[in-house]
């Protein structure tokens, strides 16, 4: 799993990208026509809480990406944690991440 590093790259999937919510994660994908590998990144803004609080909502991102096969070839997402994350596993993230993406392929589709 690559990931998003760049604030240019950042700027260009916030810029470009659509925006889907979930209560416990929210999600912006951007699709490349390039194709090529897909690039992920993981986001728990300070707002969320301290350091700690933080890290453990990364970490809980991170393998709801890993379980749910993230991210599909020539598409780039950013993954943001929301108070909920915290508290919710991988697992329970990792099916709020699928159907963001189902969703985001129906209405691709339609």
Do not use: W, Y
Request: net charge positive; glycine share 8%.
């Amino acid at each position: 799993m690559e990931t998003i590093k760049s604030r240019l790259e950042f700027e260009k999937v916030f810029s470009h990208g659509r925006r889907l919510s979930h209560k416990l994660v929210r999600m912006t994908v951007l699709r490349c026509d390039e194709g090529g590998l897909g690039r992920v990144a993981f986001v728990a803004p300070r707002r969320l809480g301290n350091a700690v609080f933080r890290n453990r909502c990364k970490r809980v991102l991170r393998e709801a990406a890993r379980m749910s096969e993230l991210p599909p070839e020539g598409t780039q997402i950013i993954l943001f944690a929301t108070r909920l994350t915290h508290e919710s596993s991988p697992a329970e993230v990792s099916l709020a991440v699928l159907q963001l993406l189902k969703r985001l392929n129906g209405k691709q589709g339609a």
